[in-house]
């Protein structure tokens, strides 16, 4: 699971590495693959705020703007330089396979880090468990997955065991909530910042209907 969120440092000696999994997302969502979408509009006006001056451009690029030359003006060299890298990963193909693996991870995102943040002893998540892993189980192809999701949380930390005789989907999600795992301090920073947006998303839903 990628963690898109930037540290907010000024790395001018090689902004575009520092930036990569947000650019891949960035061209992922170019592409059509909308499931880490709002995650991205969170971020950009905080990542314009702290200096790398990239909104417009991304927006522009989504609507299917492709020339540097009217995206680039104006900008600074190293904001530049992602919005050229962006235009670069979205000219390349998408290999299919990483492209469903990739939409995969960020359909279950929510999940990953329910899991993982009920691992953590995260109080809500265990309720947050207990509403979805029921209906998971009610469903034949996820079932295996279920009861792994569950071992796992009551503290069962053998992974080759919780990997054994899974199909690939229900693989590659829980090597997903595995490197959650083994990043804590990145995930419940990730955590708190879905919490975050969940919160923005509801508050703007509210005035909207007010």
């Known amino acids: 699971m990628l963690d ?8 001018t000696s090689d902004a575009v590495a520092h930036f990569a999994p947000l650019i891949e997302v960035i061209a992922a969502i170019a592409h059509g693959d909308d499931t880490r979408r709002a995650e991205v509009e ?10 790398w001056i990239i909104q417009a451009a991304v927006e522009r690029i989504w609507a299917g703007e492709r020339d540097f030359a009217q995206l680039g003006a104006g900008l600074d ?3 530049a330089a ?7 990963a979205v000219s390349q193909t998408p290999d299919p396979e ?3 693996l990739s939409k995969l991870i960020g359909e279950w995102r929510p999940i990953i880090l329910t899991v ?13 468990l207990d ?10 192809q996820w079932q295996n997955l279920a009861q792994r999701i569950r071992l796992l949380v009551a503290g069962d930390s053998n992974r080759e065991r919780l990997l054994a005789d899974l199909d690939t989907t229900d693989t590659v999600i829980m090597q997903a909530i595995f ?9 419940l920073r990730l955590i708190r910042e879905e919490r975050d947006r969940a919160a923005a998303q509801e508050e703007a839903n509210d005035q909207q209907h007010a």
């Open 82 to 88: 992602i919005v050229q890298a962006i235009l670069v």
């Open 98 to 100: 990483e492209a469903r």
């Open 4 to 11: 898109l969120h930037p540290t907010f440092e000024r790395a």
């Open 77 to 79: 060299t190293n904001s």
């Open 131 to 140: 509403g979805f892993l029921p209906q998971l189980e009610a469903q034949a």
């Open 42 to 51: 969170f971020l950009l006006p905080q990542i314009d705020n702290n200096g």
């Open 116 to 128: 993982a943040a009920a691992y953590f002893g995260v109080q809500h998540a265990y309720t947050d």
């Open 179 to 187: 490197h959650a795992l083994d990043d804590k301090t990145t995930t």
